[in-house]
């Protein structure tokens, strides 16, 4: 995935509030420091607290704090150079209905990329998979990063770029993927009548 360059939102900055910000991001290490790395995600009661008490909106809180989570997850990006091969995998295990596939991976000279299929495993119709964080490891030695991903109700795929490229054999290599559900929102339903409309 190539990374695409940063633009500042505005070419704006109130000087004054450098100290302020200074401190912000000092609070940002404390906060990752106490929590050893893993800070999870506050109650929506306290956030709704938080955000009552300090007049700052509600969904601009929840969305600081998902994206305070991911900090861990930001890499420089490799773009893929030299493709060599395709090397068809096709290792699959099965949990709770859920089957998960290591389809094939795409040979680079500088990485690789590993593409992971999940299918629920039910002959019930309107099934769909809910929504979800994949993440991948495989050795402490390589660095994967999710690549991008896709789907419909009942299957979806992922790729992870992983860096440095992986052997050729890797029969001996165990691929470790983690699952982190994401609260699903609910949405109201209008259920339509079936009608004839003129648009003019």
């Known amino acids: 995935m190539k990374t695409m360059p940063f ?12 100290p302020l910000d200074e401190e912000i991001c000092s609070l940002f290490a404390k906060r990752k420091e106490q929590s050893n790395e893993n800070p999870g995600f506050p ?18 809180l929840r969305m600081v704090f998902a994206y305070l989570q991911r900090e861990e ?12 091969k395709f090397i068809p995998v096709l290792r699959t295990v099965t949990v709770d209905k859920l089957s998960h596939t290591v389809t094939y991976i795409k040979q680079y000279s500088n990485a690789s990329i590993v593409y992971i299929e999940t299918e629920v495993i039910t002959s019930e119709p309107f099934v769909q ?8 490891s495989i050795a402490p030695e ?9 789907g419909s ?13 992986l052997p050729d054999d890797i029969s001996e290599m165990e691929f470790h993927l983690r699952v982190k559900p994401l609260p ?12 004839a409309v003129t648009i003019k």
């Open 184 to 195: 699903e929102q609910e949405f109201q339903r209008v259920l339509l009548q079936e009608i």
């Open 7 to 18: 633009h500042p939102p505005t070419d704006y900055y109130c000087r004054e509030l450098a």
């Open 43 to 60: 109650d929506l009661d306290l956030i709704s607290l938080w955000s009552q008490a300090f007049g700052l909106k509600e969904d601009w």
């Open 142 to 150: 390589y660095l994967c990063i999710l690549n991008g991903g896709g």
């Open 153 to 165: 109700d009942k299957t979806m795929q992922h790729s992870f770029m992983v860096t440095p490229s």
């Open 129 to 136: 998979i809910g929504h979800a964080m994949f993440e991948l």
């Open 73 to 84: 997850h930001i890499h420089v990006s490799v773009e893929p150079i030299g493709f060599l």
